[in-house]
């Protein structure tokens, strides 16, 4: 039934190039080959041109499934030049009364994710540009119904969060109003305030777009997700596939080459991960569902896991470092070993021993080389995007999930399969092998016949490692000897213990031949 919906229909994607517009557009054009066209607002970037973008996109081995069942999966996108943080989103004349005049359906998808994105632009992407659409949207006479993709972390000051919208403090038209006279030294000094006890931009300026939709809906059929932290593919098109450094993978990434030594955060929280093709599956159900029974309210659907299907960071942190013992990734900095630290001491120690240390170590021996040192910036970095992420692996929080699982309840046995979003069927373990996996696979492009090289080199570094750590207690207890009487009569009894343990065992081997 969905995808009988979707076919004919003209679907209009923002952030259809970021992680989660690529799965949708996929999905869609899997499951609805016979749509009629997907508009996608996209920009020029790093020197390619629109064109260039989405022929890498569609041919990337994300759509080698699609074009089995949709060969003309090029004819079916229209890339429409947009820049969102522009006026009317920097859309020509002919291609905006081409999009007003057919577009059925819009999701709504891009958005800055930056976590430290300065307030202005924030706004610009988060709010602004969502009110341009809408307004865009309300010239459409086709409509059937607006998803806006949100964060379940938009309100992540509550620790309870139910499927309705939170004020805030201020109206996000004064907001928008003030963006556009401040100085960004204003802006840097009123923006702790406006955030308040959110840790920053990014969930600040997603709960102010969701007010807007709450007020500049109008008569628009709206409709609001909110996964929670979004992870690789859990069975579509294939299992683990991923392609956005964001979030959890960025940190696998550095705990499998080894730069991820320690990482501050509570093992018994609630990790609410959630895969992307669960995400997309349950957003285009709620397409389906906004335009066909046309909800008498802005309907809020939690795309989340804990509450139904929890899993803790400890046991996942676990699950990837088993993962890397049996999927080593290559040329690793140092053997991945991760734990958890709890407090701020131990952090603090962690980070000095098992970040910037060796950093400086190596970056020495960069430079005896010949070399220019690289490590302790890419420690730095690393530590900076830590302190970002902490506070989501140290706190948990509940949502709830009443809309979501209405809509399930809502499904035909068919649907409920395709569009598959019950979360309960996931295996965690499993999930984070084939998540390893596809990070090694899809976003480090490593091949899979590299895996005994990746192991050899784990076991220099491990010998290395051992080597370093038995000189380093050799010189130690050099120093110590040097400097200590205590030191060097336990040395001695040590020593004369040893040739006597020795003498013994040798004389007692004579007599019995
Ligand atoms: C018992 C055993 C225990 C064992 C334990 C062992 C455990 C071991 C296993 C560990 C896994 C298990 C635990 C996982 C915990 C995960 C927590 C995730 C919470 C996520 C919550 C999300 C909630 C909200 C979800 C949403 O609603 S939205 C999506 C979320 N949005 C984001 O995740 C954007 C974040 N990012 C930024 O905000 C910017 O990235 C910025 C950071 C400011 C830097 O910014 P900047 O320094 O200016 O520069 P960049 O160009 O951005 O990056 C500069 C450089 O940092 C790199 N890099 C960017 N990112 C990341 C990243 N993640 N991780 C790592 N590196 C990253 C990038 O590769 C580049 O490296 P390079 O190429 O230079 O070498
Ligand atoms: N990833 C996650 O963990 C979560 C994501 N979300 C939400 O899901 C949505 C999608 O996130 P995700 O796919 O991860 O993000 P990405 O950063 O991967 O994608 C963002 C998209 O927005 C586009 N975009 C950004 N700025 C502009 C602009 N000025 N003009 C036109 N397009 C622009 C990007 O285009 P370009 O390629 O040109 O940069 C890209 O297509 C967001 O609304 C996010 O808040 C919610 C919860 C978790």
């Not at 840790?199 to 008569?219: D, H, I, R, S, W």
Request: aromatic share 10%.
């Amino acid at each position: 039934m969905i995808s009988a919906f979707y076919n004919g229909k003209s679907i209009l994607i923002t952030g259809a190039t970021g992680f989660l517009g690529k799965v949708m557009m996929e999905k869609l054009l899997r499951t609805s080959p016979d749509l009629k066209v997907i508009y996608i607002l996209v920009r020029p970037k790093a020197g390619q041109t629109l064109q260039q973008r989405v022929f890498q996109i569609l041919n990337s081995k994300l759509f080698e499934k699609v074009k089995e069942v949709c060969p003309k999966v090029h004819e079916k996108i229209r890339a429409i030049s947009a820049d969102l943080n522009q006026h009317d989103l920097a859309i020509s004349k002919e291609d905006m009364q081409e999009l007003l005049s057919h577009t059925n359906i819009i999701f709504h998808c891009a958005a800055t994710v930056r976590f430290d994105d300065h307030l202005r632009h924030a706004v610009q992407l988060n709010v602004t540009a969502t009110q341009q659409l809408l307004s865009i949207a309300s010239q459409m006479p086709k409509l059937e119904a607006f998803i806006h993709i949100s964060t379940a972390f938009a309100n992540c000051n509550l620790k309870h969060i139910d499927e309705v919208i939170y004020p805030c403090a201020v109206e996000p038209k004064k907001i928008i109003d003030s963006m556009e006279w401040l100085d960004d030294a204003i802006i840097d000094e009123i923006t702790p305030k406006l955030i308040g006890d959110r840790p920053n931009t990014y969930t600040y300026t997603k709960a102010l777009g969701e007010m807007v939709l709450q007020q500049e809906g109008g008569n628009l059929n709206i409709a609001i997700i909110r996964p929670s932290i979004v992870g690789a593919t859990w069975q579509e098109p294939f299992p683990g596939w991923i392609d956005s450094i964001n979030g959890p993978t960025g940190l696998i990434v550095a705990a499998g080459k080894g730069f991820l030594r320690s990482i501050r955060a509570t093992p018994m929280a609630v990790a609410d991960l959630i895969p992307v093709d669960l995400v997309i599956n349950l957003t285009l159900a709620v397409g389906w569902y906004t335009a066909v029974h046309r909800p008498k309210s802005t309907l809020i659907y939690h795309c989340t896991s804990g509450n139904l299907n929890p899993c803790h960071w400890g046991k996942m942190g676990f699950q990837v470092l088993a993962t890397f013992e049996k999927i080593p990734f290559e040329k690793a900095f140092r053997r991945p070993n991760a734990d958890f630290t709890t407090n701020n001491i131990t952090t603090h120690y962690w980070n000095a021993v098992s970040h910037r240390v060796p950093a400086i170590i190596y970056d020495v021996y960069l430079r005896l080389t010949g070399r220019k040192p690289r490590m302790t910036k890419v420690m730095n970095r690393l530590l900076r995007t830590l302190s970002m992420l902490e506070y989501f692996i140290n706190r948990s929080w509940e949502w709830s999930t009443y809309n979501t699982e209405m809509l399930m309840s809502e499904l035909s046995p068919e649907d409920q399969r395709v569009f598959n979003f019950d979360v309960r069927q996931l295996n965690w373990l499993e999930y984070i092998e084939n998540y390893v996996l596809g990070v090694k696979k899809y976003l480090l492009k490593e091949d899979m016949a590299g895996i005994p090289e990746a192991r050899q080199h784990l076991k220099r570094l491990r010998n290395i490692h051992y080597l370093f750590n038995t000189a380093l207690f050799l010189i130690a207890w050099r120093l110590l000897i040097a400097r200590s009487q205590v030191a060097r009569n336990v040395w001695f009894f040590i020593v004369s213990f040893c040739y006597k343990l020795l003498s013994y065992f040798r004389a007692s081997s004579r007599l019995k031949v």
